[in-house]
């Protein structure tokens, strides 16, 4: 599937999480996150309210998806009427806990953390959310796992946390993404078009043959499109001109290449992925990861 091939291809960050506790009867105010944010449900359940205050429902093992700059509140029981407001996002080691009420009544416990996802210089998977979303990720009890595996490394970091974490958190996005292609309205605003299956059709010929001369009139041919209409949807689907995406995936796979193949020369790995001379690749390549081809193959071989 053409989302399992981008998925090999994101970068995925994520701050340090924070534990939201909130006690009956009590709101934790939160403030617009500089990124998305990820609230997932532990124990208990709860309100989730909107800038405008828009209620969504939380249930245990629910996710919502915050976007950047989106003014939000947690809320613990029927009748709220104690609140604490947090200014800024928490800083410090490890996991912070903020807690609304006290810690021993608290009955609704949310991991809360800001998530960056890209893809290359194009995609941010979540960067055109406008709305938040809610899904009820109950029936992925690896998702639950995945999480508490996060808050387990973040608590403790040691040698290897960040990979783990990483390897995790992409989990809970391929169950959240399986679930919002399941429903028929609050998805990713580029998520249907992944589904097109003559758009796919241009990007999979990228990814299975980037050394080919794709031009955008080749690719609109094989996504069975004009020109003009198979630029503008792409552009709303990746947020990129198709050129961009071609010369993102060339410079991944030449990544890719120099990474796992060391007896190949830096010339060939060139042509393997659609640059007519060296010099050309290089200075690519160089814009992109900020160390030449050379540089970041002996980078490798140094650890």
């Given at each position: 599937m053409l989302l399992d091939k981008l998925l090999d291809y994101v970068t995925i960050h994520s701050e340090p999480f924070a534990t939201c506790l909130l006690s009956s009867g009590w709101r934790l105010r939160l403030p617009g996150p500089p990124g998305v944010m990820f609230h997932f449900v532990m124990q208990g359940n709860g309100i989730l309210r909107g800038p405008e205050g828009e209620e969504y429902p939380l249930e245990r093992f629910y996710l919502a998806v915050?976007?950047?700059?989106v003014r939000h509140a947690l809320e613990c029981g029927i009748?709220?009427?104690?609140?604490?407001?947090?200014?800024?996002?928490?800083?410090?080691?490890?996991?912070?806990?903020l807690v609304a009420g006290t810690q021993v009544s608290a009955e609704l416990r949310v991991a809360c953390g800001a998530v960056n996802v890209t893809y290359g210089d194009s995609l941010g998977l979540f960067h055109r959310l406008r709305e938040i979303i809610v899904a009820d990720l109950s029936g992925y009890p690896q998702v639950r796992l995945a999480f508490e595996g996060i808050l387990a490394e973040q608590g403790g970091a040691t040698e290897g946390s960040a990979t783990l974490t990483k390897a995790l958190m992409t989990q809970c996005i391929v169950y959240l993404l399986r679930y919002l292609s399941e429903q028929s309205d609050g998805r990713l605003p580029w998520l249907p078009g992944l589904e097109d299956p003559n758009l796919s059709r241009a990007v999979d010929a990228i990814?299975?043959?980037?050394?080919?001369?794709?031009?955008?009139?080749?690719?609109?041919d094989e996504a069975i499109m004009s020109r003009s209409v198979f630029a503008e949807r792409f552009r709303e689907t990746f947020g990129s001109t198709p050129i961009s995406f071609l010369h993102d995936i060339r410079l991944r796979k030449a990544?890719?290449?120099?990474?796992?193949?060391?007896s190949t020369s830096i010339e060939q790995v060139a042509h393997r992925v659609g640059f007519n001379s060296r010099s050309h690749f290089s200075r690519a390549f160089k814009d992109h990861f900020g160390v030449s081809p050379a540089a970041f193959r002996e980078g490798l071989e140094s650890h």
């Open positions: 915050v976007p950047s700059g009748d709220v009427r104690s609140e604490r407001i947090i200014d800024a996002p928490p800083t410090g080691e490890g996991v912070v806990r990814f299975e043959h980037p050394e080919a001369p794709h031009t955008v009139d080749s690719l609109a990544a890719e290449q120099l990474r796992h193949n060391g």
